[in-house]
């Protein structure tokens, strides 16, 4: 079955900064990559996600960028606000009759002001 | 309104009972799902359901069943339930299988 590897658990970075988060992926059918924001006691919020058949999608200050080759897919977040300190969750599906999404085991971004 | 809802949002319980978690889903999603979150954070799928149908079991104890009275409603029954069963469950639903998926508030469940 798929596997999602996720790094870094941590981040730390200063206002303003960027964030780079990274996922590595196992199945080679994998055709979606989510990610998810989960803020304290809530549940985990779709941020922005890709297909397989797109190498770089951007809203606004979140970009992810996708090496099918390479199976490996990174969240980028530019100019960081104390706002984005949450964890962060990176996800593959491969959405057939078996399809679930598969998780990473999370990222915890801390933005000091 | 709130797109997929679940309740209790806490549940504290002595170990042995057995109790059941609700959620509903509003957008119409053919599938739906129920993920457990441990003290470390990590998400991990337990059951989903495609058009009332179980399609995954990822080896979950069998104390723990799912129940489907409908497309909108998937429900978590958990008996004799151990300490080891503490964390976060979370319900999603999403348009088809392992599509773009929408998360519930999460339920706080603590076994004493």
């Known amino acids: 079955g798929e596997n999602v590897e996720q790094h870094p658990s941590t981040l730390s970075v200063q206002e303003g900064d960027s964030a780079v988060i990274k996922c590595t992926y196992s199945?080679?059918?994998?055709?979606?990559f989510p990610w998810y924001k989960q803020e304290l006691g809530k549940g985990p919020q779709l941020i922005i996600d890709?297909?397989?058949?797109?190498g770089e999608k951007k809203d606004q200050r979140i970009a992810v960028t996708l090496n099918k080759t390479a199976k490996h897919f990174s969240l980028h977040i530019t100019e960081t606000q104390p706002e984005d300190s949450a964890v962060y969750f990176c996800?593959?599906?491969?959405?057939?009759?078996?399809?679930?999404?598969?998780f990473g085991k999370g990222t915890k971004l801390s933005v000091k002001p | 309104d709130t797109a997929v809802s679940q309740t209790p949002k806490y549940l504290v319980t002595q170990m042995g009972n057995d109790k059941s978690i609700k959620c509903e889903q509003n957008l119409g999603h053919d599938t739906m799902y129920w993920y457990k979150q441990d003290s470390k954070k990590f998400l991990k799928i337990m059951f989903s359901?495609?058009?009332?149908?179980?399609?995954i079991n990822e080896t979950v104890p069998n104390r723990f069943s799912p129940k489907s009275p409908d497309k909108a409603h998937l429900n978590l029954h958990i008996n004799s339930l151990e300490l080891g069963d503490s964390a976060v469950y979370f319900c999603?639903?999403?348009?088809?299988?392992?599509?773009?998926?929408?998360f519930g508030q999460g339920t706080r469940l603590t076994v004493v």
């Open positions: 996800a593959a599906s491969n959405g057939g009759s078996q399809g679930n999404l598969i």
């Open positions: 999603a639903s999403s348009p088809q299988r392992g599509g773009k998926a929408f």
């Open positions: 359901y495609n058009n009332k149908e179980l399609i």
């Open positions: 890709i297909r397989s058949n797109v």
């Open positions: 199945d080679s059918a994998s055709n979606y």
